[in-house]
């Protein structure tokens, strides 16, 4: 008995002197504590990843298992190095008191140093704030937002879209199917009315010069104008040429229909009438206007109460020096498809005249000139020329006057 009650004391000393490191660290400890400080360690891990993926969406090099940089310590980090455009602020844990994840009240801002702003580290005008993605922050009401996708740019246009295919699905005339074709025609009607411009008396004389030449010294005169809107008109000319001292040479009138046919040109129909030597009526037939690159061409076509058929071009073309300084170059070529012997006309290529003029415009409407012009008469009408006593060729110095209103 004496034994039994020996080894069984001799057993609780050595338990005692076994359990007494064990005793000694968790005194104070409930039974329930070593499964409570197993949960605060997991929750303690997750913070410290979150607290890691963190750093790493800044762009701080942490190692695995480390829940914040090595190295370097923070306050010597160049953040003006960083590429804040790649950086999506929206996804790094709101730190919230409690969380654990930026404890502020541990830091002390006393001892930071003020960074001077013209010395500063941080350029913030460098940062890409269209790839920032606040839209994810927790205090914004509209979470998911990606406002980095927005094109903001003032500078890029709206594409001009044509209109919808419904558009031009319609009839042609819509309106008569309400109004009635009668109401309509005199809509029409009033609109051309309304959109001509009116009618206009317009009078130009073109050429207006004494020409000096060899012999005796002669003159021309070559005037037109129109009454009229912007379709219509009636169109008048008149040219003529003669030697002072002398009969006129030749003169001649037209009147004409002139009806535009394009912006720029109006074709016209009449009557022409010789004033001098054998008495001749013409039928005319042509265009009027301003061709390409300002060249001012008038063409006709005549046709004779005797059946002589001619023709004429006529081009010019204001080339400005100043404002008010013009110079124009200018030709007529004439042809005719006989021999007129009465007229001293030959087929073919009748005659051909060049001349440049230099105006000064006083005003639009009045402009002086002084100029050369020089003729010729070609083939069988140049030999018709030399039988009557006549110049093939001759040469005017003239000065002259450019009037309209």
Same mark, same amino acid.
């Given at each position: 008995?004496?034994?039994? /009650? ?10 005692? +002197? ?35 993926? =963190? @750093? &790493? ?28 455009? #790649? /950086? ?7 730190? &919230? $008191? ?35 993605? @606040?839209?994810? #922050? ?15 740019? $003032?500078? +890029? ?15 042609? =005339?819509?309106? %008569? ?8 025609? !005199? ?19 073109? &050429? ?44 001649? %009138?037209?009147?004409?229909?002139? =009806? ?20 001749? #009526? ?9 061709? $390409? ?18 023709? =004429? ?7 400005? /020096?100043?404002? &008010?300084? /013009? ?33 000064? !415009? ?7 000139? +002084? ?35």
């Amino acid at each position: 008995m004496k034994t039994f /009650i020996s080894s069984l004391l001799a057993s609780v000393a050595a338990s005692s +002197v076994l359990s007494s490191p064990a005793t000694a660290q968790h005194a104070g400890h409930s039974p329930a504590e070593p499964q409570q400080s197993a949960e605060v360690q997991a929750d303690d891990k997750t913070k410290c990843e979150a607290e890691a993926e =963190r @750093h &790493r969406a800044m762009g701080h090099p942490v190692t695995e298992g480390a829940c914040e940089p090595t190295g370097q310590p923070e306050a010597a980090m160049d953040h003006s190095t960083m590429d804040h455009s #790649t /950086i999506d602020h929206g996804s790094m844990p709101q730190g &919230r $008191p409690g969380e654990g994840a930026m404890d502020h009240s541990q830091m002390n801002h006393g001892d930071m140093e003020q960074a001077d702003a013209s010395s500063s580290s941080m350029d913030h005008g460098q940062m890409d704030d269209s790839q920032m993605n @606040h839209g994810q #922050t927790g205090s914004q009401d509209m979470q998911g937002m990606d406002h980095s996708s927005m094109e903001m740019d $003032p500078d +890029v246009e709206i594409p001009l879209l044509p209109p919808p295919p419904e558009a031009g699905s319609g009839p042609a =005339r819509a309106a %008569v199917a309400i109004w009635g074709e009668e109401a309509m025609n !005199e809509a029409r009607r009033e609109l051309v009315r309304e959109t001509d411009g009116g009618m206009r008396f317009w009078f130009q004389g073109d &050429r207006l010069e004494y020409r000096a030449r060899e012999g005796a010294d002669g003159y021309l005169w070559d005037i037109q104008g129109y009454y009229g809107g912007d379709i219509d008109k009636f169109w008048f000319k008149s040219e003529g040429e003669g030697s002072f001292g002398e009969p006129v040479e030749g003169a001649e %009138v037209q009147a004409l229909w002139s =009806r535009a046919i394009a912006p720029f040109f109006d074709f016209q129909a009449g009557v022409r009438q010789d004033l001098t030597g054998p008495e001749r #009526t013409h039928a005319v037939i042509g265009v009027q206007g301003i061709a $390409p690159y300002q060249f001012e061409v008038d063409v006709a076509a005549f046709v004779s109460n005797k059946g002589d058929v001619t023709a =004429r071009f006529e081009g010019e073309l204001d080339q400005r /020096i100043t404002q &008010r300084l /013009i110079l124009q170059p200018r030709a007529e070529i004439a042809l005719s498809a006989q021999d007129i012997p009465k007229l001293g006309i030959g087929s073919g290529l009748d005659r051909i005249e060049a001349g440049l003029r230099l105006r000064y !415009e006083f005003a639009r409407e009045f402009a002086p000139y +002084v100029g050369v012009s020089q003729e010729w008469r070609i083939g069988q009408s140049a030999d018709f020329a030399r039988a009557a006593g006549e110049n093939a060729s001759v040469t005017n110095y003239v000065v002259g006057l450019r009037f309209w209103f």
